[in-house]
């Protein structure tokens, strides 16, 4: 898989000019170089926590216009029976999950701006079970004016995060699913929710992260967990597929 993915300059430099965002009446850096203002959101002391290349990766290269290449391995990717039925059921809506399962699968991920959400960035993950039997994951990360960080899959289904910091990595949580419909966000209850799901992204060094999404219900335990490990590559003059 090939994607064009130009290597920009990390500046850590801001404008002294501020907005309101999120109508919390706080504010946040006109010039902010991260379009999902995960500084703001997280805090200027968890943020400097956060590992320098993590920083840099939701930081300045998460700029729009910009696409990103990382190259690894799912050691594990594992669903309960209920979860690979609530997978399967997801694609109906937008396939934010992969729904089989297995070990040591070959898997690419790709960011870029997503063309039908301003604003928005694109977390496409492409698993290759087998060379006939490619999932793509796919879902989008924007910020609400109103909700804060938002993470999108089809037209009408996301949910809300939170950010954490912990022994410097960075943890996105859900904390409510929403149906959006003529404009507006409703909430789901709790018995159509998944559970909560919780990503981290820990820097290993050397331009390599692991990344471990897990979902867990309440009732039901834990319906789906993935563990792998990435690696960004730099391609020119090269077409996304």
């Known amino acids: 898989m090939e994607c064009g993915y130009q290597k920009n300059q990390c500046t850590s430099s801001y404008d002294s000019q501020k907005m309101s965002v999120m109508g919390t009446g706080k504010q946040v850096e006109v010039n902010d170089p991260d379009p999902l203002h995960i500084r703001f959101l997280l805090g200027d002391d968890a943020w400097l926590r956060l590992k320098p290349a993590i920083r840099k990766r939701f930081g300045c290269d998460a700029q729009l216009g910009n696409t990103h290449l990382y190259c690894g391995k799912m050691h594990r990717v594992d669903a309960s029976y209920i979860g690979l039925l609530m ?82 990595a960075l943890h996105f949580v859900s904390t409510k699913f929403y149906l959006q419909l003529f404009g507006k966000r409703i909430s789901l209850p709790n018995f159509l929710s998944p559970g909560t799901l919780r990503v981290t992204h820990r820097d290993l060094g050397s331009d390599q992260f692991q990344f471990v999404l897990e979902v867990d219900h309440p009732v039901f335990g834990q319906l789906a967990f993935q563990d792998g490990y990435f690696k960004e590559e730099e391609m020119k003059n090269a077409t996304r597929t």
């Open 87 to 168: 997978a399967h059921t997801a694609r109906l809506i937008g396939s934010p999950m992969a729904w089989s399962r297995g070990q040591d699968i070959p898997c690419d991920v790709i960011t870029f701006d997503d063309p039908d959400r301003p604003g928005g960035i694109v977390w496409e993950r492409h698993y290759y079970f087998a060379s006939d039997k490619k999932q793509i994951a796919r879902t989008t990360k924007i910020v609400s004016e109103n909700e804060g960080l938002l993470e999108c899959f089809g037209k009408h289904f996301g949910m809300k995060l939170k950010l954490e910091e912990a022994k410097g």
